[in-house]
Every structure is written in C-alpha cells, then in structure tokens.
C-alpha cells in the first residue's frame, strides 16, 4: 500500500500503479442480495438452477454495477491520503465489463494514477482501474475513476 500525507505526494505516481488489493470472492448469496437491493433479480444473476442450465456461464453472474461497487472499498487496499478530509466520487469517464465473474471467481483490484491536478478545493485524481479476474487474461472490469479530494488544513 502506498501511504502519503497530501495528494500532492502522488505527483511522481501519474502514470503508475499504485497497488493491488487482497482477492476477494464472491458468494451466490452476496450476488443475490446485490440484485434484492438493486431491484436486479434477472435470473443470469439470482437462480443459480437455471443459470447452470440455460446460462452461458454454468452459474450466476455478478452484477456489473456489483463489480464497480467494489472499486471504493478495494481501492482503500492500495493507497491512502492522510491528510485527508473529504473524497467525492465525481464519476466516470469509461466502464466496461469485459468477463463473466461466478461464485467460483476471485477477484482484485489493479489500481493506477493516471493524473492528479489541484482544483480550487483540492485535487482531481483520475485512476485507472481493473478489476483482475484470478486465473484469467482477461480482467473483468476495466473503469477510469475520478475522485475529488479536500484535505485538511495543515497548521
């Protein structure tokens, strides 16, 4: 993990990977209770019978919207600001979901800084992401990420 007080200690990382977080799994349950909350209970992604019969995949699927959830929480994995107050998930400017993710996928999360500029509050920080898929070539999300950043004020 890389760990800096001020974003600004990012600048020689642009065009870098900053980490890789730990594989995670996950569970037919996890995906199913993605799809209740979501109001996304399609079949590829709730009935694993039917998924494993009429599926291309042998059993359910995450969600890609569940996949690109998980940026946030595995992008804490692999670097971190000290200094700072707020981050604002401003959006982003590409998403693809290029392979299939299963209850029997692990994944992880390849995280690079593609560039870093200060704002009138803070900084932009735009991240490459790419959701590895454990054994594959293939990942299974690609995203870039922009995230604003406010920190605090230094005595």
């Known amino acids: 993990m890389i ?23 996950l569970s037919a349950d996890a995906i ?4 209740k909350t979501t109001g996304d209970e399609h079949w590829i992604h709730v009935d694993r019978e039917r998924a494993s019969k009429e599926g291309p995949f042998g059993d359910v699927i995450a969600h890609g919207f569940f996949l690109l959830s998980l940026v946030t929480g595995l992008g804490n ?11 604002t998930n401003y959006g982003l400017d590409r998403v693809r979901f290029t392979a299939p993710v299963t209850p029997s996928d692990s994944v992880r999360l390849a995280i690079s800084l593609e560039s870093l500029d200060r704002t009138a ?5 735009i991240f490459d992401c790419e959701l590895e898929l454990k054994g594959s070539p293939r990942p299974a999300m690609v995203a870039r990420w922009i995230v604003l950043l406010t920190e605090r004020a230094t005595p």
């Open 77 to 87: 994995q692999c670097y971190q600001v000290r200094n700072a107050q707020q981050w």
């Open 121 to 125: 509050s803070g900084f932009r920080l």
């Open 32 to 35: 199913a209770a993605f799809g």
């Open 3 to 25: 760990a800096v007080d001020s974003a600004s200690d990012l600048s020689d990382k642009v065009g870098t990977l900053l980490g890789r977080s730990e594989w995670i799994d």
